[in-house]
C-alpha cells in the first residue's frame, strides 16, 4: 500500500539566530571585507599585523 503524498508544502521562516544560511553569508563577507582591508592598510603603512599589535 502506497502512502499518500501531502498536497501543500508548509512555508516556515528561517531561524533569526544560529548557525543558517543568512549568518554564514554575513559572516562571509565580514571576514573578506576585513581581509581586504588588512591588506590595504599593511601596503600602505610597510607594516604587518604584528608591529600593529606591539609584538614585534
Do not use: C, H
Request: no cysteine; proline share 7%.
Amino acid at each position: 500500500m502506497t502512502q499518500p503524498q501531502p498536497t501543500v508544502t508548509p512555508k516556515l521562516e528561517d531561524p533569526k539566530f544560529g548557525f543558517n544560511e543568512y549568518a554564514e553569508r554575513l559572516n562571509g563577507r565580514a571576514a573578506m571585507i576585513g581581509f581586504g582591508l588588512m591588506v590595504v592598510i599593511e601596503y600602505v603603512t610597510n607594516q604587518g599585523v604584528l608591529s600593529w599589535l606591539g609584538l614585534k
